[in-house]
């Protein structure tokens, strides 16, 4: 299934029929604030294998990271951090960010590293928002990569639906993406390091 969405007039009924979709087990590639993404959701252990199997890794391997709709979700899915990093989390979320964070025990074990971390992002996209506050749950997710061998990332929903229509279960379009991944930070040591300078800029 491919739907175009129009990000400043969504239509209830096609955030209703994604939802639907990723609630029943499937895979769906979705626009968030820096490139588009393959998710699915946290609950769905045969979603995820599947996901894991189109990214070429497994689920205890692939570094994977959640999206959630708001600040104040994250805590349900880390152990306590400190007030620096909330400051930081507060700052730059929503936004093209990916906080890496301790996990806590609510977590399935397949998702975790051996370290017991996990990769966190609220993205400032109205569509992904849109499905998160619907569906009331995590998603799953991992940036959508492109084998050209120029382009690292997809930009054009168009060529994501030539790529991809027989992989995943619906393609959600909204526009053109930018083609840098999420800024990473990980907030698991003493002090945040950046792990990677995507599209998100630090102050």
Same mark, same amino acid.
């Given at each position: 299934?491919?739907?175009?969405?129009?990000?400043?007039?969504?239509?209830?009924?096609?955030i209703?029929?994604?939802?639907?979709?990723?609630?029943?087990?499937?895979?769906?590639?979705?626009?968030?604030?820096?490139?588009?993404?393959?998710?699915?959701?946290?609950?769905?252990?045969?979603?995820?294998? $599947?996901? !894991?199997?189109?990214?070429?890794?497994k689920?205890? %391997?692939?570094?994977? +990271?959640?999206? &959630?709709?708001?600040?104040s979700?994250?805590?349900?899915?880390?152990?306590?951090?400190?007030?620096?990093?909330?400051?930081?989390?507060?700052?730059?979320?929503?936004?093209?960010?990916?906080?890496?964070?301790?996990?806590?025990?609510?977590?399935?074990?397949?998702?975790?590293?051996k370290?017991?971390?996990?990769?966190?992002?609220?993205?400032?996209? $109205?569509? !992904?928002q849109?499905?998160?506050?619907?569906?009331? %749950?995590?998603?799953? +997710?991992?940036? &959508?990569?492109?084998?050209?061998?120029?382009?690292?990332?997809?930009?054009?929903?168009?060529?994501?639906?030539?790529?991809?229509?027989?992989?995943?279960?619906?393609?959600?379009?909204?526009?053109?993406?930018?083609?840098?991944?999420?800024?990473?930070?990980?907030?698991?040591?003493?002090?945040?390091?950046?792990?990677?300078?995507?599209a998100?800029?630090?102050?």
């Amino acid at each position: 299934m491919y739907i175009e969405i129009d990000k400043e007039h969504i239509a209830y009924s096609d955030i209703q029929d994604i939802v639907g979709i990723l609630n029943n087990g499937g895979i769906a590639i979705i626009p968030t604030d820096s490139v588009y993404a393959l998710v699915c959701c946290l609950n769905q252990k045969d979603a995820m294998i $599947k996901l !894991c199997k189109l990214v070429g890794k497994k689920p205890a %391997q692939s570094n994977l +990271s959640m999206l &959630l709709p708001s600040i104040s979700t994250i805590s349900d899915y880390t152990t306590p951090f400190g007030s620096s990093v909330f400051r930081m989390l507060k700052s730059y979320t929503p936004g093209p960010y990916t906080f890496i964070l301790r996990a806590n025990n609510s977590i399935p074990k397949m998702f975790m590293s051996k370290r017991k971390e996990v990769g966190i992002r609220v993205p400032d996209n $109205k569509i !992904c928002q849109a499905i998160l506050e619907q569906i009331k %749950q995590p998603l799953v +997710s991992s940036s &959508l990569k492109n084998e050209d061998e120029f382009l690292e990332y997809f930009s054009d929903p168009y060529e994501i639906q030539s790529d991809w229509q027989d992989k995943v279960d619906v393609i959600v379009a909204g526009g053109n993406s930018i083609m840098e991944p999420s800024t990473i930070i990980d907030c698991t040591g003493h002090e945040p390091e950046l792990v990677r300078e995507g599209a998100g800029k630090l102050d």
